[in-house]
């Protein structure tokens, strides 16, 4: 059995979020694959954990861990609706000491493949695997924020919603004190410019397939030749394809946003389908359609 650490952060908020999104996960599951699943929370908010606690239920290859964060981070910048628990992934060396490696990933992301053969890369001397943000790597006004952050250069900059930490070099380098310290600074990209920052020259760039964002998409279709400068053909294929879908600008949720269609699938197939939410979504959309003038 292939036992893979993967933490999640949020609040009340996303918890159906998370249940599709974890509810994802599993169903890509290989039968030899067991996640070890830890849910980050502050120690301040009483967690709904009766939904959380259905996974393992339905799924027995899975396990489910509540770690609380204490107010290290509570008046650490925010900005654009990001919260709080956006910053708990920086703690996770030392929430989640067990463990040399541990995925982290946002649950706006829907998965469409197991991640075995990816938690057993050898990251080597590197603190963190990561894809590039392509948003940001790939447009004039990211060139332009990059040069602002000393030493940060365009086409290496990390994406922070899906990555891999090395949390043994992480400790040992005793890196979570300087993410603790860049907290307190404003960062327009909060925890991902300070990942960023404090990993500068010890990220492995993974392939776009394990995090496309809403943007990649855009950049996949419209700018290919771009996009070939940076991956192969078959790289982009089985991106488009196959990749981890990362809902992080409109949710499907709220609103039709880029994929919006297989989100609400997947929470179909998953045990938290809800006939009516489900039906009420699409008639609510449908009816703002009708009243356009």
């Not at 980050?40 to 259905?54: N, P, R, T, V």
């Not at 995925?103 to 963190?128: G, P, T």
């Not at 327009?188 to 776009?208: E, K, S």
Request: aromatic letters at 14%.
């Amino acid at each position: 059995m292939n036992t893979i650490p993967i933490a999640f952060a949020f609040d009340n908020n996303l918890i159906l979020p998370a249940c599709v999104c974890i509810s994802s996960l599993m169903m890509h599951a290989k039968e030899d694959t067991f996640y070890d699943i830890f849910i980050l929370h502050s120690a301040k908010e009483k967690l709904k954990k009766d939904e959380l606690d259905i996974l393992p239920q339905h799924y027995s290859n899975c396990q489910i861990q509540y770690r609380e964060v204490d107010d290290t981070f509570d008046n650490a910048f925010e900005i654009r609706g990001i919260t709080t628990p956006a910053y708990y992934r920086l703690l996770i060396p030392e929430l989640i000491p067990e463990y040399e490696k541990v995925i982290y990933a946002d649950v706006d992301i829907i998965f469409r493949m197991d991640l075995s053969d990816l938690y057993q890369i050898d990251l080597n001397n590197y603190l963190i695997a990561a894809t590039k943000d392509l948003g940001l790597n790939l447009s004039e006004e990211g060139q332009k924020y990059i040069n602002t952050i000393p030493g940060l250069v365009q086409g290496q900059y990390l994406q922070s919603g899906f990555i891999v930490m090395n949390s043994a070099m992480m400790q040992t380098h005793h890196l979570v004190g300087q993410f603790k310290s860049l907290a307190q600074k404003k960062y327009r990209y909060q925890d991902q410019d300070i990942l960023n920052i404090a990993c500068l020259g010890n990220v492995l760039f993974l392939p776009p397939c394990y995090n496309m964002t809403d943007l990649s998409y855009t950049h996949f279709i419209r700018n290919v030749e771009t996009v070939r400068t940076l991956y192969s053909n078959s790289e982009i294929e089985e991106a488009l394809l196959h990749g981890n879908i990362h809902y992080n600008g409109h949710k499907p949720w709220i609103k039709y946003c880029v994929n919006f269609d297989i989100w609400w699938e997947y929470y179909r197939r998953s045990p938290f389908f809800d006939m009516s939410a489900y039906f009420g979504f699409f008639h609510d959309k449908l009816n703002e359609f009708d009243q356009l003038s």
